[in-house]
């Protein structure tokens, strides 16, 4: 029977703290699952404002893309200006090359007046488009 006693006692013993155990073992799991349940509110709030940002960053990536295609579009237009007025200038080069020529020194200054008023003229002409 006194073996019975000791052992009941130890039992006893060891079930308290198994009990203690378990009960600090579940009070660490509560704790994890509420430190958890804290980080995916986090995680849950830092990807509603990425989800946020992506979609200004693709609507201000679709805008600049916009740009581009409309400034491409102006300056094909420039382009074609620029070359239009290109060959103005090298037709109205040889022209007035050959009236030098023509006219030899005396008229040279005439020209060349003449030149710089068609210079100016085409410089305005293509700044005012």
Do not use: P
């Not at 799991?29 to 509420?34: F, P, R, S, T, W």
């Not at 990807?47 to 579009?73: A, D, F, M, P, Y």
């Amino acid at each position: 029977k006194e073996h019975l006693r000791q052992s009941n006692k130890r039992i006893s013993r060891y079930s308290k703290l198994e009990q203690e155990i378990e009960k600090e073992n579940d009070q660490f799991i509560e704790e994890q699952k509420a430190r958890q349940a804290v980080i995916e509110r986090e995680q849950e709030q830092y990807l509603v404002r990425l989800e946020s940002t992506t979609g200004q960053l693709t609507h201000i990536g679709k805008s600049i893309g916009q740009e581009i295609e409309e400034q491409n579009i102006i300056l094909e237009e420039f382009k074609e200006d620029v070359e239009r007025t290109q060959s103005k200038l090298k037709q109205a080069s040889a022209r007035v090359t050959k009236l030098i020529e023509r006219m030899g020194d005396t008229g040279s200054w005439c020209v060349i007046i003449v030149l710089i008023i068609v210079l100016i003229a085409l410089v305005a002409f293509v700044f005012s488009i």
